[in-house]
């Protein structure tokens, strides 16, 4: 029986991760900033799917809750066959309208959790010569749009890198780049999304299922849906400052309120 570590795991992305992976026979450690939840979570899955669900408490936005992660993943006692880095967040207001406090805490969370959580996990599954860590991206990595977008198109780029890198260690690496999910993730930012047609909603458990294939595929970027394979594709023919100026519209449309 092998284990996934998850970060993020009580909602979400990150929660249908933990339900996919537990219902496929996995063991799985949950993290999270509140205990509360994870709790709840971990018992309901192993309940339900006889696996083991431990917690681990950690908030990312912090060296401490990064530290801690980063010492369960090289346990090598315990190793931890796949890592799913998906802890994340949105903010509310445009660049120079958000704290500069928090901006930087979004590039802890979504580009040095990345990096340090990967670097502790991959040596570990190195050595075992099997293993594999999906990194949570957004299609928003490819349009430009603020420190959202750029911090997720650090994660694409690190990602298919370090994948490069490991080619033939029998590690892989993939990141997963979503649309629009119907998660708690716009809510949480304060985000209006009543006028994004029905059409570009994705759901969770499709996202992980379709993640979950591009990486047994040995795909190192799994965009999940077809509707934003053709989108992201036609992105490439619109001229730069085209594209950023459609961007920059969408984003007030169904960005921050």
Known sequence: MTTALITGATAGIGAAFARRLAHDGHDVVLVARSAERLREHATELHDRHGVEASVLTADLSREE????????????????????????????????EVPLADELTMLRVHCEAVLRLTTAAVPVMRERRRGGV????????????????????????????????????????????????????????????????????????????????????????????????????????VPRGMLSRVSSTTGRRFGPK
């Open 65 to 96: 809750g990064i530290a801690a992660v980063e010492e369960r993943l090289g346990d090598r006692a315990r190793p931890v066959d796949l890592l799913v880095n998906n802890a994340g967040f949105g903010l509310q207001g445009r660049y120079l």
């Open 134 to 237: 999906v990194n949570v991206a957004s299609v928003a990595a490819f349009v430009p749009r603020g420190t959202y977008g750029a911090s997720k198109a650090w994660v694409v780029q690190f990602t298919q890198g370090v994948a490069r890198d490991m080619g033939g260690t029998g590690v892989r690496l993939m990141v997963l780049c979503p649309g629009f999910v119907r998660t708690e993730f716009h809510q949480r930012a304060g985000m209006d999304t009543g006028g994004v047609p029905g059409w570009m909603w994705l759901d969770a458990d499709r996202v992980v299922d379709a993640g979950l294939r591009d990486l047994a595929r040995g795909k190192s970027l799994s965009l999940p849906d077809p509707r934003y394979k053709a989108l992201m594709g036609a992105a490439k023919l």
